[in-house]
């Protein structure tokens, strides 16, 4: 990243990133200008300082004993690793969509790799189309289902127009497909945390 702006040189591998985001997710991330600032904001990381928190989407508990909201402390990377989390929303499918989507609200009080995801897994219910530690693929309505004449058809017409905003987002189930969602063309995997 070369754009002509004066950062910190503490690290001069990775000029003036304070921190990490895993890869596949989105996020804010902190640029410090000044070794005097870059110092501080690692500082106040290490101290937990530093408010994180993340929305992931999750298959809805379907337990009854479920909490809206609760604390998790679990072992992640063989460290010990704590995060809060709490509802946010939740999105029902249709009737014929036995699965609803929980969006949650997840707290890092550590800052462990993968915290939210193994997190969200701990506690049975992995982040929807995590491709580590999800296997999690929400049903599809017999009703939305595609024939292979309709993905042929898809196919050829996604290739023929590569305008993003013109994804068939119809082979996904009610409660995702009302999420407003932004996949990065090319990409037919993602999740959010």
Known sequence: ?????????????????????????????????????????????????????????????????FQEEGTIDALVGGKPATSKYRVVSTFHGDESSSQGVTMLEVETLTGRKHQVRVHCSEIGLPIIFDPLYSSFQPPVPASRRKTKKDLQRNKKRKAENDNAEDRDKSSLPKPISDIELTMIPGQEKFFLH
């Not at 410090?32 to 110092?39: C, D, F, G, R, Y």
């Not at 530093?50 to 929305?55: G, P, R």
């Open 1 to 65: 990243l070369d754009m002509n702006l004066s950062l910190s040189t503490v690290n001069p591998i990775a000029r003036g990133i304070v921190h990490r985001l895993d890869r596949g997710t989105s996020g804010c991330i902190c640029l410090a200008k000044s070794n005097e600032a870059h110092l501080k904001l690692i500082a106040s990381f290490f101290l937990r300082r530093v408010t994180k928190k993340y929305l992931a989407l999750v298959p809805s508990p379907s337990s009854s004993s």
